[in-house]
Every structure is written in C-alpha cells, then in structure tokens.
C-alpha cells in the first residue's frame, strides 16, 4: 500500500500517467524497496555476527580471570599460559571493538551519502532547478565507468523517480541492471528483464535481452539463451550492434 500511495503521488506530481506507466513505476519501487530490504538485512545480520562474537569473548575473559582466582596453588607455568590465552583474548575483543566502529562508520558514511546527493559536473544545473532526466543519465553512466556501482544506481533509481514518464526510463532500468551486474546477478537479471518486457519498443531492450542471452549462455542454459538471442534477432532491432552479435551467438550454438 505504502508503494501504491507514493507511485499516486509521484504521478500526481508530474503529471497526467498512463496505468502502463503508473503500473512501470510501481513495479520499480517496489523493487527498490525490496532491495533496501536485502541491505538493511545483510547489515543486522553483520551486526548480529559482531555482536555475537563479542558476547563470547567477554564470556571467555570472565572465564579466564575466573580460572587466575583459583589457580594461587598453580604453578608459575601454568598461571603465565593463562594470562597468555587472557591476553589474547583481550587484542581479540580489542578488534572486534574496532569491526563495530568501523561498522558503524560505514554506516553513518552511506547515510550521509545518501543525504547529501552532491550532483556530478554532469549534472550541474541552476539553483532551485531539477536536473532533465538525460543529464541524470550521464551521470549515472560517468559513475559506472569510474566503477563507482552504488553512486551510479542512485542516480539511475533517482532519475526514475523524478522523471517516471521520461523516454529514457529503460536506459536508466538498464543502467541499474549493470551497476548489479558483477556484485548481484539476480538483481541484474530482473532489470534486465524490466527492459525486455516492459520496454521492448526501446532499442534499450536488445541490449538486455542480448546480456541475458549470453548470462544464460555461461550458465550452461543454451535452450534459454537462444530464446534471447532469437528474440533480438528480429527485424525490430535490426541495425543495432546487438542484432549482429545475436546472429553469431545462434551460429555458434549447438
């Protein structure tokens, strides 16, 4: 409900939507949030795992400064291999004690990140203005081939946002396909298919439907990958580079 609302209000704001483009939106933000929900996930359980191992250390400490009380009768030999374990123990929960402030550091970094949205030079516009959705574009694509992936998803999924109508909304889908390209395939694969299905009028949609021909391809899927490859083997996309590739990768299957 919470997505369905701020698509309405999104669409209010920018004017008169089609239900196709409304329907896109929602789609797109609902899979922002799911992603949002993986990260923020992926950072308690860091957290969890953190926390966990201080709790044992601490319980490890208290055990051995227990054993020291005991062991007055003890020898010389025994009582310096227990201060020697406690000594390591002690530089193991000084690190950890760093793991979590790192932690946290990197924490309060992606927030500020996050907040402050500083535009590229790319993206330089006038005091009060909204950056036009190709100048957003660009900078995502400069933050991609710098391999700067989350900067460059953040502009794509802001451009989205603040321009959901725009004709250039498979080319940023598109560009966060390939900024999950290498850290998450399962993402990029359901952007990529974004493309496909829902933008298949955008010459954007060969290239997607030629990167899931070929993930399939490495995967060892070749019935799925020459359903890609034939798809962008059509006249639709006839004269992209795309288009030509495809017909090599149908002459080289089996």
Not at 217 to 238: C, K, M, S
């Amino acid at each position: 409900m919470r997505v369905r609302a701020a698509v309405l209000l999104v669409a209010g704001l920018t004017g008169c939507a089609t239900s196709g483009a409304i329907k896109r939106l929602e789609t797109q933000m609902a899979m922002n949030q799911r992603e949002q929900e993986r990260r923020d996930s992926a950072h308690a359980a860091t957290l969890r795992s953190i926390l966990m191992s201080q709790q044992s250390l601490m319980d490890s400490l208290k055990n051995t400064e227990r054993a020291i009380s005991l062991a007055k009768g003890e020898s010389s030999a025994d009582l310096l291999e227990i201060r020697r374990s406690m000594s390591v123990l002690q530089e193991r929960l000084d690190q950890s004690n760093r793991q979590l402030s790192e932690f946290y550091a990197d924490l309060d970094a992606r927030q500020s990140a996050l907040q402050a949205q500083v535009p590229s030079d790319s993206m330089a516009v006038a005091p009060g203005t909204v950056p036009s959705a190709q100048q957003m574009i660009q900078a995502g694509n400069s933050q991609l081939n710098q391999g700067a992936y989350g900067t460059a998803r953040e502009a794509f999924q802001q451009m989205l946002v603040t321009h959901p109508l725009s004709s250039l909304v498979p080319d940023a889908l598109y560009g966060i396909a390939e900024s999950y390209a290498a850290s998450n395939p399962d993402s990029a694969d359901a952007y990529y298919r974004e493309v496909a299905t829902n933008h298949a009028e955008s010459m954007r949609a060969a290239s997607a439907m030629y990167k899931l021909g070929t993930r399939a391809q490495r995967a060892g899927d070749l019935a799925a990958a020459r359903r890609w490859f034939e798809r962008v083997h059509t006249t639709t996309y006839r004269g992209t580079d795309e288009y030509a590739l495809a017909g090599e990768r149908l002459r080289a299957l089996p």
